[in-house]
């Protein structure tokens, strides 16, 4: 059974630092994506990864496939308060019973 | 116009009622969702219909029951709420990728806040 683990489940950053948010993967994948939801909001796409090596970038947000560790990343630049949610991954397989697993979510406070 | 709306959003009921929640996507695609989010915001799939045929269907109590009467729709009913059905049910829509170049990106509705008593 596909598992994925995120980390940290929280993180208290201030304003202008950055940092990152891990997503592992227990078996072989074939997509994976980034998923921002505000408090009692639906979930937003932020990002869609298809392949090994894929970086993709909006704003302040980079997110990165390496297939091979199974493990992607979220990083954030310069953090300003309006990231402040929380950020779900999700990953696939294109062939068989196609289901996306989500992470456990880590929950962005942006301190001013 | 919203791509995914769920109907209601927030649902209010005693224990060992019956309740349906409402789904209708205008994106398109061919398949439809049901997620349940527990307090703890952790997501899981429910179930998943391809152009109205089922095609996933975790371990949910059978008193969960999805109905799909076109490929815009997706339905759930629950008989005989329990305290532990309290949750946020999120339905999603996405075009099956199926080894084509389509994503498969999930697209979300709103969700509803079931709060059994």
């Known amino acids: 059974e596909l598992k994925v683990e995120q980390n940290p489940l929280f993180l208290s950053m201030q304003e202008g630092k950055n940092y990152t948010i891990y997503c592992n993967y227990s078996t072989t994948s074939d997509r994976l994506y980034w998923y921002r939801q505000d408090p009692g909001k639906s979930l937003e796409s932020l990002f869609v990864l298809l392949s090994n090596g894929a970086v993709k970038q909006e704003g302040r947000l980079m997110a990165s496939l390496d297939t091979k560790a199974r493990l992607s990343t979220l990083h954030i630049t310069a953090a300003v308060h309006d990231l402040s949610a929380t950020y779900f991954c999700?990953?696939?397989?294109?062939?068989?019973?196609?289901?996306?697993?989500f992470g456990t979510g880590t929950r962005l406070t942006i301190i001013p | 116009d919203t791509a995914v709306s769920q109907t209601p959003k927030y649902l209010v009921t005693q224990m060992g009622n019956d309740k349906s929640i409402k789904c209708e996507q205008n994106?398109?695609?061919?398949?439809m969702y049901w997620y349940k989010q527990d307090s703890k915001k952790f997501l899981k799939i429910m179930f998943s219909?391809?152009?109205?045929?089922?095609?996933i269907n975790e371990t949910v109590p059978n008193r969960f029951s999805p109905k799909s009467p076109d490929k815009a729709h997706l339905n759930l009913h629950i008989n005989s709420l329990e305290l532990g059905d309290s949750a946020v049910y999120f339905c999603?829509?996405?075009?099956?990728?199926?080894?084509?170049?389509?994503?498969?990106?999930?697209?979300f509705g709103e969700g509803s806040r079931l709060t059994v008593l």
């Open positions: 994106l398109g695609h061919d398949t």
């Open positions: 999700a990953v696939d397989r294109i062939f068989g019973n196609e289901k996306l697993t």
């Open positions: 219909y391809n152009n109205k045929e089922l095609i």
């Open positions: 999603a829509s996405s075009q099956l990728a199926r080894g084509q170049k389509n994503t498969g990106e999930l697209f």
